[in-house]
């Protein structure tokens, strides 16, 4: 689909317009070319689901959307995200920015271009798409698009800010926060049902390590158990009282990662597990209940933290409370923030995930609306 369009693109810059063509010439970054088809959401998703972006792995489809855009007039701009030691790859993976060229714009649509793993190829049926991203947050993705062409062609100041890694640790967001574009709105898309979120939780990552002595299984007095210790402490993690927030909800907890030993006759000399709590305020309280509960048993290394977050209303929308983290708190100089997208977070990161098809093109009807209130 990619090599289409530059060809299609190609034949546009070429072909003389006819009379009746005319009228849809527009000038775009300093080059003249004639006005696109408009942008089929439902074929968009299909496009980039089909690209696997795993987090990490980010670059093709940062490519594809640098592409697709600057062949419908948008100005270009990638920048690039640097990988963690944590990742163990050395693949190019890029922020794209899109807007018109010497234009600040007065809003920006965002959302992320990494999924969750593992890649699942896209499917679909008369009502929803399936696959990996397709409702976080390639479908997003496209609804954004299609929306910001509208407004662009409506004589708006819009922009587009797609980023890497917000599945791990907001890499592409971090990077972005520091290329401010001077824009009053940042509308971030998720998975919201289309419901306005009024708030945001954080996340707080923790990471457990014991350490012990290894020994022959048959014989434990000669030895100590990493993971016995290990599993000591995460019972006392697992009942710590969590904080409540009346109109938000409670922090909530999850032991997600576990690893450890050598084998199941070795008394284990080293153990560690990832713990990640969903913040509704200030984390103090957490991370000191989180060090005493380990005391004795294991280290606690603070490997992330994003704060919880309150956000403006819109009126007019249904609104929820995202359970959630987002690249919002990492994007505090692109303006105002609002958050709001298809899909439902409830079968994001499953082997499940889909999207209806009403529900993404609702979406653009949406992500215009609220883009033209703000702007009044």
């Keep these: 689909m990619f090599h289409d369009l530059i060809r299609r693109a190609s034949i546009l810059r070429l072909e003389a317009p006819s009379a009746g063509r005319v009228a849809a010439l527009r000038q775009y970054s300093g080059c003249t070319m004639i006005d696109p088809p408009p942008i089929d959401p439902i074929r968009l998703t299909r496009e980039l689901a089909g690209i696997d972006s795993t987090t990490y792995h980010e670059g093709p489809a940062g490519d594809f959307l640098a592409g697709f855009l600057a062949q419908r007039g948008w100005a270009i701009e990638k920048t690039p995200v640097p990988q963690t030691a944590e990742s163990g790859s ?16 007065e809003l920006v649509f965002s959302t992320h271009i990494d999924t969750v793993p593992p890649f699942i190829p896209p499917t679909e049926d008369d009502e929803f798409l399936y696959g990996r991203g397709v409702c976080d947050a390639k479908g997003i993705i496209a609804a954004q698009i299609a929306a910001a062409e509208a407004l662009r062609a409506a004589g708006l100041r819009i922009g587009l800010l797609f980023v890497a890694g917000e599945e791990r640790d907001s890499a592409g967001a971090k990077v972005a926060n520091e290329r401010p574009k001077g ?3 940042l509308i971030n898309g998720e998975p919201t049902d289309n419901r306005l979120a009024l708030a945001s939780k954080g996340t707080l990552r923790a990471i457990l390590r014991s350490t012990g002595v290894m020994a022959h299984s048959a014989y434990p007095e000669l030895g ?10 995460l019972g006392k993690v697992l009942a710590l009282p969590l904080p409540a927030v009346e109109d938000v909800g409670p922090a909530t907890l999850n032991i997600g990662l576990i690893q450890g030993g050598r084998a199941p006759n070795v008394i284990a000399d080293h153990a560690e597990a990832q713990v990640m709590i969903r913040l509704v305020g200030d984390s103090a309280g957490l991370r000191k209940a ?17 704060p919880f977050m309150r956000l403006r209303a819109v009126d007019g929308l249904p609104t929820m409370i995202a359970k959630f983290t987002t690249d919002i708190p990492w994007l505090g100089n692109w303006g105002q923030p609002i958050l709001l997208g298809p899909g439902s977070i409830q079968v994001a ?3 499940h995930e889909r999207i209806a098809k009403r ?3 609702e979406a653009v009807e949406l992500y215009g609306k609220v883009a033209r209130q703000l702007l009044a």
């Design 183 to 185: 824009n009053r709105f």
């Design 290 to 306: 989180l060090v005493e509960a380990a005391d004795g048993l294991a280290d606690v290394d603070f490997a992330l933290e994003i």
């Design 349 to 351: 990161h499953t082997p």
């Design 90 to 105: 050395q693949d190019a993976r890029w922020n794209v920015y899109a807007g018109r060229a010497g234009e600040t714009p």
């Design 359 to 361: 529900e993404l093109l």
């Design 224 to 233: 100590d158990s990493a993971i016995h210790k290990l599993v000591a402490a």
